[in-house]
């Protein structure tokens, strides 16, 4: 089925260790996010990468990095975790604005 | 800078009953409008969008949504709700002008009384 496949579902971590959320998409879709959903905040905007080989901040990009390693994959990774980063992580692919699918999330628990 | 405000954190309505939910936004843009639902530890599902054309738009399990660009809003609506649409709803803003992303509002948790 195409879309959009995010992994581990599920990860806890202690503060300080790293990481990398895997995004993989069928969809051929130029741009690939992460947005980050916690409570009373709605979704936002960590990084995003318009197309294969470019990658730009978003509205929360402290304390994380991305890699935009093809067409198909972007990853997340957080080097040094901390307490504030638990949080639902979402991947989402677009055609355009007017396009988007999201990923199933990951659920991650620093603590 | 762009924001998306949707006023109320939560919402109690009894079943059968009418739904109306807000969203407002600031955008310097013509701005693509979406309401996306999340049922508790799910992803998130389009229920509608706006791009162009007529204002009221009608969307998936019965909801609907009017665009109304004097009052910079996109409220939800149902006439008639279900329990089954107890979620969180959410209200997501783009725009051509402001790349390809989306803007989300904070959402509003949806309680459905039998």
């Known amino acids: 089925n195409a879309g959009v496949t995010q992994t581990p579902k599920f990860q806890v971590l202690k503060t300080g260790q790293s990481m990398t959320l895997q995004c993989a998409q069928d969809m051929n879709h130029n741009s690939m996010y992460w947005y980050r959903q916690d409570p009373g905040m709605g979704l936002r905007l960590i990084y995003y990468?318009?197309?294969?080989?470019?990658?730009d901040k978003g509205e929360v990009p402290n304390g994380y990095n991305v890699s935009r390693l093809n067409k198909r994959e972007f990853s997340l990774r957080l080097e040094s975790a901390a307490p504030s980063q638990t949080s639902v992580y979402f991947c989402?692919?677009?055609?355009?604005?007017?396009?988007?699918?999201f990923g199933s999330g990951t659920r991650l628990t620093v603590v | 800078a762009q924001s998306v405000t949707q006023p109320d954190i939560h919402i109690t309505v009894s079943e059968g009953a009418s739904l109306e939910l807000r969203c407002n936004y600031s955008?310097?843009?013509?701005?693509?409008l979406f309401w996306y639902v999340q049922s508790p530890g799910q992803g998130l599902q389009l229920l509608l969008k706006?791009?162009?054309?007529?204002?009221l738009v009608q969307g998936i399990k019965g909801f609907e949504a009017e665009f109304k660009r004097s009052q910079s809003s996109f409220n939800l609506r149902k006439p008639s709700v279900h329990w089954s649409d107890a979620a969180e709803y959410f209200c997501a803003v783009g725009a051509l002008e402001y790349g390809n992303k989306l803007v989300f509002g904070a959402g509003t948790i949806l309680r459905v009384k039998s």
């Open positions: 955008y310097g843009a013509t701005p693509y």
């Open positions: 706006y791009f162009s054309g007529d204002t």
């Open positions: 989402a692919t677009s055609t355009g604005v007017r396009g988007y699918t």
């Open positions: 990468s318009a197309s294969e080989g470019t990658t």
